[in-house]
């Protein structure tokens, strides 16, 4: 290995992240890393929200470690090989011989290649050549490089922190590349995830060894003393590995008991279906399973008995035609009209008279029958049958003689539930349970106290501590049946306990699933504590943060499901933590209850930091007015922002809906240090020239290999002018004053509006093409997203919302989401005129503006054929219209120009109602 030149003292220079990053195949390599579900690194650990892509984070540590020169074309290049994106590395990646790799395109080889998150780093003598002769070390590894690096920048090795831990990748990350980590949460569960994570996934070969067998022995354990019991097995041999369930509740209209469910399709794959069939000296219905059913009978079980919360229950005998009821009306008329009885700590099961009843209808049973020198796992649907019953008589009776030990010893939970989300209260209004051990079948908390008891006897009991809280996620009356996979999910779908009528429990055979991962990587020390941010006094060169958003999740609550299941186990492991969410302490709510804990958060560590240390926010909300906020909240905490970068880090179609956030932006800051003070004017002066030098900037860097969407430089540029705005202080301006100052609603304090500034001006060089450029300076924010906007469905750009999310930061257009429709399958789109008929006018982002009367013209226009409508609607609405005409003119010269098949009608009735508009004359 070559020895290159003497280091080059790196304490004042820039970062490459300050400068140039390469978000479009970062955006790639974190979707696919996100998208690939159990095979990502961390996920087997446990739940948790929002964890970053590790590849997201290690190019956050890299970037801001590396040097910006003034090679970046080599910046990049060098950047890309370290991270193992660039088309060499994604070669070695893949798989693929020279020749299929060479004919295959972008897409498919990166389909192709294993996760970037386990590149290793190069391995070959000629990139590391490359590497070093750039930058000046002599490193054969990404963590020799990693600690040269910081010898260069900090005369000592990096030190990397995240207050913030949650799911642990980014202090996971930071270890695996060898920097000094610490990591700390005021919450419990994400401690204990960050530890766990290192202490599996980073075990020694021997740790590895000794944590696998005992993991093994729990099972094997568990596995002896149910057979002895004799719960899961029938008379025939057969072992059933999944149990199907669901409430039944009485039709005051029929009489019956009906069982409830959205659909009765078991299983797609081998066409199982249940039927149910009215028994009328019972009042009930017995439910049928039927196998390889016909497509008659796959189609009618489509329905289910619950359609969009009604009781819809099957024909009888005596009622045809039953009446649709809305579930919620039965309930609260339940017990003359008492409502649901609260569940009380001793209730394991529904009382006799309680409106909700819970019925066991579907056992999957599992038979080894040998098939050549094979065993075949042959499966089998069934009804459930007396003998069925009686053995989940047997489980409550085997966990009613345990259930004082095992709540004592902490293996199941004894907590009640507390409210502090009040859309937690469905789970008492709803269900009427009091205490988390309701949300468990008896055979569900059987089989999880024996595991736990097990786990406590192993030699790994405190490594497999997470494995309880994997247990109860994937094993609740919150678990789903797939009929796609014949599988049960997990029991958070999305960030809310919410109530199912049908769920499914696992046999023990579909625990063995659930193991904890392990692995023998490379790492460095990693330091775990529970502790509040704003206490945190540990100094480190680098902060890397993801904070929570205001209310978006409410982890506190979140996190008490899972200590209900191990909180007293934890601080017997972890002398020193403690069991409690701290919900009193946590960083919620909104306005200046959450900006005054953040700015004493990021106060904090801004003053543990050295004066060339770095800061990096990562930020994934859909919020505009919080993007704002976070700005503002750096201000004030003393930082001033370097850079800003977006990355696609979520799935389009993920559980929490069509809304749900899709990008993460990477907020760069470092210490404000001694500032100049300005006058307004001087700052948007300031504002204009450095908006125009970073766009100047990035159009350099395209000729480096790096490309920009109109998101990218929208953010970027508003990053600019956010930097003008941090690095000075602004007469009469007390950001932090501002921030916690109460203010009615609807009033903008000064800093605002001088953010709001910041996105015009941010917005004014990004005119779309075609777009007269002196209309473009008059519009507002929310007229410019929408025909910037227009233009990227234009050129093609992705139909996710995520690119509307992320032109909407840079515009500051808070109500973007009222001018974009999301339907399954289609995507994202702007509100054509058409669709927007007369909605907004006068109310809503666009109400009163020029364009939306255009656009309302333009409507009349396609609706009648008559221009001469479009034209007395402008005449009558728009207020002096005759020193706006020439206005509308050219903003219907740009509108008749989409060519998008949904635009087809409006875009002919443009061109008409321009060339009428013309001709009438004013």
């Excluded at 059933?240 to 039709?251: H, K």
């Amino acid at each position: 290995m070559m020895t290159g030149t003497p280091p080059r003292p790196l304490s004042n220079a820039p970062a490459l992240i300050e400068r140039c990053f390469p978000v479009a195949k970062l955006s790639a390599e974190s979707y696919k890393e996100r998208t690939a579900g159990s095979a990502q690194r961390l996920t087997g650990m446990g739940k948790w929200w929002g964890r970053k892509p590790l590849v997201l984070v290690r190019a956050s540590i890299l970037g801001a470690l590396l040097p910006a020169t003034d090679d970046p074309q080599r910046d990049i290049e060098v950047f890309e090989r370290l991270l193992g994106i660039d088309d060499t590395s994604l070669h070695q990646r893949s798989g693929l011989s020279t020749a299929q790799f060479t004919a295959s395109s972008t897409q498919q080889r990166r389909k192709d290649s294993s996760l970037a998150e386990s590149y290793e780093g190069p391995t070959d003598w000629a990139s590391w050549m490359m590497i070093n002769d750039h930058l000046g070390t002599n490193s054969s590894s990404l963590q020799e490089l990693v600690e040269e690096l910081g010898i260069m920048r900090f005369d000592e090795k990096t030190r990397v922190g995240d207050v913030f831990s949650g799911g642990g990748s980014i202090p996971f990350e930071a270890a695996r590349l060898g920097c000094g980590t610490h990591a700390s949460d005021l919450n419990p569960v994400a401690g204990l995830l960050t530890w766990s994570n290192q202490a599996l996934l980073c075990a020694t070969p021997k740790a590895r060894k000794r944590i696998e067998a005992a993991q093994q022995g729990v099972y094997d354990e568990v596995d002896r003393q149910v057979i002895a019991w004799g719960i899961e097995h029938d008379e025939q041999g057969r072992r059933a590995d999944a149990y199907l369930w669901c409430n039944e509740v009485l039709d005051p209209e029929t009489g019956y008991v009906v069982p409830l469910s959205t659909t009765w399709v078991i299983s797609l794959k081998d066409r199982v279906v249940a039927e149910l069939v009215p028994d009328p000296v019972h009042r009930r219905y017995d439910i049928r399973i039927v196998s390889n059913a016909s497509p008659e009978q796959m189609q009618r079980a489509q329905q289910g008995t619950v359609i969009e919360q009604y009781l819809v229950p099957p024909r009888t005998p005596e009622v045809p035609e039953p009446q649709r009821t809305l579930l919620s009306r039965l309930r609260t008329r339940h017990d003359d009209s008492q409502g649901l009885r609260p569940w009380t700590k001793d209730d394991l099961t529904p009382a006799l008279g309680d409106f909700l009843q819970e019925r066991l209808y579907c056992i999957r049973w599992s038979e080894d029958v040998r098939v050549g020198r094979r065993f075949k796992s042959l499966r089998s649907y069934e009804s459930v049958t007396a003998a069925d019953l009686e053995r989940e008589a047997r489980c409550l009776a085997l966990l009613r003689d345990r259930l004082d030990d095992w709540r004592a010893k902490g293996y199941i939970p004894e907590d009640s539930i507390t409210v502090g989300d009040r859309r937690q209260d469905r789970l008492l209004n709803a269900r009427g349970w009091t205490y988390w051990h309701h949300l468990f079948t008896p055979r569900q908390l059987l089989l999880g106290g024996l595991l736990a008891e097990a786990t406590e006897a192993c030699s790994a009991a405190r490594e497999l501590l997470g494995f309880a809280g994997k247990v109860a996620d994937r094993s609740s009356k919150f678990c789903l049946w797939s009929k796609a996979t014949d599988t049960p999910t997990g029991t958070f779908m999305s960030h809310l306990l919410t109530p199912v009528y049908n769920w499914s429990a696992r046999g023990l055979r579909l625990y063995k699933s659930l193991y904890l991962p392990t692995s023998s990587m490379l790492s460095a020390d990693l330091h775990v504590e529970l502790r509040d941010a704003r206490a945190v006094d540990t100094h480190s060169h680098f902060w890397i943060t993801d904070p929570p958003y205001a209310d978006a999740i409410r982890y506190e609550d979140l996190s008490e499901f899972f200590l209900a299941w191990y909180g007293k186990r934890l601080t017997a492991h972890f002398p020193g933590w403690y069991a409690d969410p701290k919900r009193a302490l946590s960083l919620q709510g909104k306005d200046t209850v959450f900006n005054t804990s953040m700015i004493e958060v990021y106060s904090n560590l801004a003053r543990l930091m050295p004066d060339n240390g770095l800061q990096i926010v990562m930020f994934t909300h859909r919020d505009v007015q919080i993007w704002a906020d976070l700005a503002m909240i750096m201000w004030a905490s003393g930082l001033k922002v370097t850079a800003a970068w977006t990355v696609a880090t979520e799935t389009e179609k993920r559980k929490t809906g069509a809304n749900a956030v899709q990008n993460t932006v990477l907020l760069v800051l470092r210490k404000r240090g001694e500032v100049e003070t300005l006058f307004d004017d001087e700052i948007l002066a300031l504002m204009e020239r450095e908006v125009a030098q970073q766009l100047e900037d990035m159009k350099f860097l395209e000729g480096a290999g790096l490309t920009w969407s109109d998101a990218d430089l929208q953010l970027a540029t508003y990053a600019a002018a956010l930097r003008v705005i941090t690095s000075h202080d602004i007469d009469g301006i007390d950001p932090c004053r501002e921030l916690l100052r109460v203010r009615a609603k609807g009033e903008k304090s000064p800093v605002h509006r001088l953010i709001e500034q910041a996105s015009q001006v941010a917005s004014r060089e990004l005119k779309p093409r075609g777009l007269d450029a002196d209309i473009w300076r008059e519009l507002g924010a929310h007229e410019r997203f929408y025909l910037k906007g227009l233009e990227a469905e234009h050129r093609g750009e992705e139909r996710r919302s995520g690119v509307y999310q992320e032109l909407s930061k840079g515009f500051a257009a808070n109500a973007w989401h009222e001018l974009v429709s999301e339907r399954r399958g289609q995507g994202a789109y702007l509100l054509t005129a058409a669709e927007m008929g007369a909605r907004g006018v006068h109310t809503g982002p666009l109400a009163g503006t020029l364009l939306r009367h255009v656009l309302m013209a333009v409507n009349l226009t396609t609706q009648t054929g008559q221009p001469e409508k479009g034209i007395t609607w402008l005449q009558k609405e728009v207020q002096n219209f005759d020193m706006q005409h020439t206005k509308a003119i050219k903003l219907l010269d740009y509108l008749s120009k989409q060519t998008l098949p949904h635009w087809m009608a409006e875009a002919g009735a443009a061109r008409i109602l321009r060339g009428a508009l013309m001709n009438a004359g004013v």
